[in-house]
Antibody, heavy 119, light 110 residues
Framework: QVTLKESGPALVKPTQTLTLTCTLS??????????ASWIRQPPGKALEWLAR???????FYSTSLETRLTISKDTSKNQVVLTMTNMDPVDTATYYC???????????WGQGTLVTVSS | QTVVTQEPSFSVSPGGTVTLTCGLS?????????PSWYQQTPGQAPRTLIY???TRSSGVPDRFSGSILGNKAALTITGAQADDESDYYC??????????FGGGTKLTVL
């Protein structure tokens, strides 16, 4: 069974850097064809795709956020890490990671982790 | 900057049929964008309904179907049920590894 679980701080201060970890089980990011994405959702608002990392270390970012985002993977721990710099209250959101199969299919998703940006 | 457009809200009667659409602020949605649809209820992670235009995800009832209608992707729910009341999101693959979600449609069944 494939599962993903996000972890990270629940509260960060403005201007700080956020680091989130997605721990994968049931599939390995080192396997050819495997991809994982980060997606966020501010309270009461729409989903927003943030970034993707592939088995071959290909990395892709939202054009509107790419200067602030870094995605990486630790294959030994089967984890995907997202960092976002210069956090602002508008970045308050639930952050999800998901297995991306290609062809538009994100499945499954993690349960999400709520990050609040406040001083 | 390209925006993926969805109806903000829609209403359907129980047993009725509703079609939600997913468009682009500039241009037409084609199968090359691999339009996909997700259902989300409050407090839950999204659930995959349809991917690659019209492929139903495992366990999704066949009353959910995807298609291209004109210049948009479409999600049709036939025989709507009360528990279909949810938010629905489409996502398009924009190329170069980038995906883009629409603003979502809040579907009311009443």
């Amino acid at each position: 069974q494939v599962t993903l679980k996000e972890s990270g701080p629940a509260l960060v201060k403005p201007t700080q850097t956020l680091t989130l970890t997605c721990t994968l089980s049931g599939f390995s990011l080192s396997t050819s064809g495997m991809r994982a994405s980060w997606i966020r959702q501010p309270p009461g608002k729409a989903l927003e795709w943030l970034a993707r990392i592939d088995w071959d270390d290909g990395k892709f970012y939202s054009t509107s956020l790419e200067t602030r985002l870094t995605i990486s993977k630790d294959t030994s721990k089967n984890q995907v890490v997202l960092t976002m710099t210069n956090m602002d209250p508008v970045d308050t959101a639930t952050y999800y990671c998901a297995w991306y199969h290609g062809s538009g299919r994100f499945d499954p998703w993690g349960q999400g982790t709520l990050v609040t940006v406040s001083s | 900057q390209t925006v993926v457009t969805q109806e903000p809200s829609f209403s359907v009667s129980p047993g009725g049929t509703v079609t939600l659409t997913c468009g682009l602020s500039s241009g037409s949605v084609t199968t090359s964008y691999y339009p996909s649809w997700y259902q989300q209820t409050p407090g839950q992670a999204p659930r995959t309904l349809i991917y690659s235009t019209n492929t139903r995800s495992s366990g999704v009832p066949d009353r959910f179907s995807g298609s291209i209608l004109g210049n948009k992707a479409a999600l049709t729910i036939t025989g709507a049920q009360a528990d279909d009341e949810s938010d629905y999101y489409c996502v398009l693959y924009m190329g170069r590894g980038i995906s883009l979600f629409g603003g979502g449609t809040k579907l009311t069944v009443l």
